[in-house]
């Protein structure tokens, strides 16, 4: 058996890490309703993203009085600040992309440990308990009056194939449907797990499954990454691995024949039904799922797959950790590993060409890309576009690419919007890509918005906005030199 570190990365460590800075962290005893309400107060303290206005980036708040679950705390927008992660993961926040690459490339595998050794496993519920009932076990929050019903928004799904060579951790959307029933969302073609349950389906066997919730965010973040970085049979766990330099380590669960993450604050045990699907909006017929990262209500989808749990098991004083839909924690979920991944395609392609890469808030993460360009001669020019097309043709959820020379800062939209007006003309710096295909949340992507490119949903015209400045006109558009001050804090003190 691997000898286990001493203090092991868990949520709980990282929150002692951050707990005693207001910028990142507050808690409260105050009482609030899981129905609608945290995420409706947050709005206000902490979520940005694409959060309908007034919103703001603010702390990470942990709610430790949940109206009708007295034993559990709520926590919400621990990612919802790039600064923030960058100070979790203990590394540069404007280089995370790069700092996920490499992780990805140097992958430390997860380890086994003994129940003993699982805290995940505290306290076990079981689907054949009197009183077995997931809506009175699980803090899971309702995003808005709207929604379906409650949602696990940030609960990690771990599976594996049928003949157990290969296994996958993904993040769907989970709507408790009834006590012992949730509904998942599987993208068509996205996922790996979605892959592993088409051969079971196949079969027509269940599929077991585990859902991990309250996690350390290296773990999160690195479960976001997608093929082509890694591709079918990576286990996206080893990326958490190499970020932490410790392995994740897993336990065997108490009712499948699936691993767990032993560390986990909450895990819902069960399987993926076969051939069997459910109305999301069964329970409240609203036409709506939940807020997506686009910033909309989702559509409820008539046909979710449908998961029996089979037992419930979690820390003493568990937390639940969720995520508003459109907050700036889904930017930092999707859009850090999608860097990571646009870096290491460019490095192959362009060494040296990309210098850094940012998907803002703007696009949630996934439908915007900011690319920092580096032209050291006369014939790199068009190098830029070059990349830009890569980017896209690799990520087909890309909308927007936006280029700029190696004196913007991508993490300044206004110094990014500035090249659109002084380093650009729009009848030769605009790329228009039609009739491509795109993310399914974005709702301008149907036919009746532009029957000439989109012939199905979920098609879109994408667009490059090169604000580069041509090599050979660099001396022409050198900003302003002011003079370097060294010590110029001590004149706010």
């Known amino acids: 058996m691997t000898k286990l570190p001493q203090d092991p990365w868990d949520l709980r460590k990282v929150l002692r890490e951050i707990q005693d800075d207001p910028v990142d962290f507050h808690e409260t005893d105050v009482e609030i309703d899981?129905?609608?309400?945290?995420?409706?107060?947050?709005?206000?303290?902490?979520?940005?993203?694409?959060?309908?206005?007034?919103?703001?980036?603010?702390?990470?708040?942990l709610f430790n009085n949940i109206k009708g679950f007295p034993d559990s705390r709520v926590l919400i927008g621990l990612m919802a600040s790039r600064k923030r992660v960058g100070k979790m993961l203990h590394h540069d926040y404007k280089t995370l992309g790069r700092f996920l690459k490499d992780a990805v490339e140097n992958p430390v595998h997860p380890v086994k440990v003994d129940k003993k050794d699982a805290p995940a496993q505290e306290e076990v519920y079981l689907a054949t308990d009197p009183d077995f009932d997931i809506r009175k076990l699980v803090p899971a929050p309702t995003n808005t009056p709207y929604d379906a019903g409650p949602y696990i928004?940030?609960?990690?799904?771990?599976?594996?194939?049928?003949?157990?060579?290969?296994?996958?951790?993904?993040?769907?959307?989970?709507?408790?449907?009834?006590?012992d029933t949730l509904g998942i969302y599987i993208m068509p073609g996205g996922r790996h797990i979605g892959h592993f349950q088409k051969e079971f389906e196949k079969l027509n066997k269940p599929m077991p499954i585990t859902i991990n919730i309250g996690l350390d965010p290296a773990v999160t973040i690195g479960a976001t990454f997608e093929p082509p970085t890694t591709p079918l049979g990576y286990d996206e766990l080893d990326v958490a691995g190499a970020l932490r330099q410790e392995p994740v380590q897993l336990v065997d669960g108490v009712s499948v024949d699936e691993t767990a993450l032993a560390r986990s604050e909450y895990v819902l045990e069960g399987y993926i039904m076969p051939n069997e699907t459910i109305q999301e909006d069964i329970n409240t017929h609203t036409g709506f799922a939940m807020p997506e990262f686009p910033g909309y209500n989702g559509p409820a989808n008539p046909a979710l797959n449908v998961i029996k749990v089979t037992a419930v098991t979690h820390r003493k004083n568990p937390i639940m950790q969720s995520v508003i839909g459109p907050s700036e924690e889904h930017v930092s979920m999707a859009g850090i590993p999608t860097e990571a991944s646009i870096l290491e395609l460019v490095d192959k392609a362009i060494p040296g060409k990309v210098v850094n890469v940012y998907n803002p808030p703007a696009g949630g993460g996934k439908l915007m890309t900011i690319m920092q360009?580096?032209?050291?001669?006369?014939?790199?020019?068009?190098?830029?576009?070059?990349?830009?097309?890569?980017?896209?043709?690799?990520?087909?959820?890309?909308?927007?690419?936006?280029?700029?020379?190696?004196?913007?800062?991508?993490?300044?939209?206004?110094?990014?919007?500035?090249?659109?007006?002084?380093?650009?003309?729009?009848?030769?710096?605009i790329v228009v890509l039609p009739g491509m295909r795109n993310h399914p949340l974005d709702p301008s992507?149907?036919?009746?918005?532009?029957?000439?490119?989109?012939?199905v949903k979920g098609m879109s015209s994408k667009v490059i906005i090169d604000g580069t400045v041509p090599y050979d006109m660099k001396d022409q558009f050198k900003r302003a030199q002011f003079k370097e001050v060294s010590d110029w804090e001590k004149y706010l003190k």
């Not at 940030?154 to 157990?164: E, F, T």
């Open 373 to 429: 360009i580096h032209k050291d001669e006369l014939a790199d020019e068009g190098i830029q576009r070059q990349a830009a097309i890569l980017a896209l043709s690799a990520f087909k959820e890309l909308k927007t690419v936006w280029l700029v020379d190696e004196d913007v800062d991508i993490f300044d939209m206004n110094d990014v919007i500035w090249t659109m007006n002084t380093r650009f003309q729009a009848d030769q710096d």
């Open 153 to 179: 928004t940030c609960g990690l799904v771990k599976g594996s194939n049928p003949d157990k060579t290969m296994t996958d951790v993904t993040i769907h959307r989970m709507v408790l449907e009834d006590k």
């Open 34 to 61: 899981p129905d609608a309400e945290i995420s409706g107060v947050y709005r206000y303290i902490g979520a940005g993203g694409t959060v309908e206005r007034p919103t703001k980036e603010g702390p990470a708040m």
């Open 445 to 455: 992507e149907r036919p009746q918005y532009d029957p000439k490119s989109i012939r």
